[in-house]
């Protein structure tokens, strides 16, 4: 089992949609979680981190549950700019960073 | 305030010759990481810096891979007898503390002929 897994997709949804992607992870010690995104070409940008009491940000809402080992990531009323590919990162307290593989998604008009 | 910088942002090199890739970190962060990405794959961790030592350099691919750092300052990353797998882009991240949020910089897109 990899220690991050997520749908690669592509998620191909139309503008304004709402969209949900989840990433789990293996090891129960994971201490922090973050979400970046990663345009074509370009290195990752931090999204948000992602805390036990879920946080929000404008469009973007992300979600810790511990007991079943995942992540979320919604995004409200996507826009055509959201169409990036959405990585996952665990961390388990020290300099080893686990990075999923990334879900793309692509927003239409 | 100023991110991650990097230098080059690409690079091409002729199989065979040494290339130094260069990092500047963002101001006051004490872990600096290097990592490759090559063509529609994921990040591969190559090495990390904690300060000036380099508790782990377990993710560097070969003894051609070398990487040091100035204090808590800029990294550079040497690859020598460059071979075409190396071709990849190079990313550098630093964070505050290990465990913190990592902020990228733009990469060296390296392209060995």
């Known amino acids: 089992r990899k220690e991050v897994e997520q749908d690669p997709g592509p998620f191909n949804v139309p503008e304004g949609a709402t969209v949900a992607f989840n990433c789990t992870y293996s090891n129960s010690a994971s201490q922090s979680f973050f979400w970046y995104r990663q345009d074509c070409r370009k290195e990752p940008k931090l999204l948000m981190s992602v805390y036990s009491s879920g946080n929000e940000d404008g469009r973007f809402t992300a979600q810790l549950n511990r007991a079943s080992q995942y992540i979320s990531l919604l995004i409200r009323d996507s826009k055509l700019s959201d169409s990036a590919t959405y990585l996952c990162v665990v961390n388990m307290g020290t300099y080893k960073y686990i990075f999923g593989t990334g879900t793309r998604l692509k927003v239409l008009a | 305030g100023a991110g991650v910088s990097q230098s080059p942002s690409n690079k091409v090199t002729e199989k065979g010759k040494d290339v130094e890739l260069r990092c500047d970190p963002i101001?006051?962060?004490?872990?600096l990481y290097w990592y490759r990405q090559r063509l529609g794959q994921g990040l591969e961790f190559l090495i990390y810096f904690q300060g000036n030592s380099a508790p782990d350099k377990s993710g560097l691919p070969s003894d051609r891979f070398s990487a040091e750092r100035t204090g808590e300052s800029v990294s550079t990353l040497t690859i020598q007898r460059t071979q075409q797998e190396d071709s990849a882009v190079y990313l550098c991240a630093s964070s505050l503390w290990a465990g913190n949020e990592q902020f990228f910089g733009p990469g060296t897109r390296l392209t060995v002929l």
């Open positions: 101001s006051g962060h004490t872990a």
